[in-house]
């Protein structure tokens, strides 16, 4: 079992910057892939990052290439989505996953652990 717990969401201006972490807690974190995944209201859940258990191949979603960035730090069970330029339709809630199946890195049905999400609002 992994425990995972997302913070630094908010409300922020379009072309601002957020970075959001997740602490992971419960087994070995190294062991997992993790990815980040966003859902807004009315809409279903999307793909945004993943990287793999030791940071060296990262994946994202064709709508935030070239804007956020996923990095992960084992040391200290940690995942972090960095958001530059943010935009008006970046709004909806961030969760973070632990990877458990051979399914592709940016399908949710790969994720077996999530967490309870974080808020994003960005304002045009």
């Known amino acids: 079992q992994v425990q995972l717990v997302e913070s630094g969401g908010g409300l922020v201006q379009a072309g601002d910057s957020l970075r959001l972490s997740c602490a992971a807690s419960?087994?070995?974190?190294?062991?997992?892939?993790m990815g980040w995944f966003r859902q807004a209201p009315g809409k279903e859940r999307e793909a945004v990052a993943a990287i793999t258990w030791n940071g060296g191949s990262t994946y994202y979603g064709n709508s935030v290439k070239g804007r956020f960035t996923i990095s992960r730090d084992n040391a200290n069970n940690t995942v972090y989505l960095q958001m530059n330029s943010l935009k008006p339709e970046d709004t909806a809630v961030y969760y973070c996953?632990?990877?458990?199946?051979?399914?592709?890195?940016?399908?949710?049905?790969?994720?077996?652990?999530w967490g309870q999400g974080t808020q994003v609002t960005v304002s045009s």
């Open positions: 996953a632990a990877k458990s199946s051979t399914l592709p890195y940016l399908n949710h049905r790969a994720y077996n652990y």
């Open positions: 419960g087994r070995t974190f190294s062991n997992y892939a």
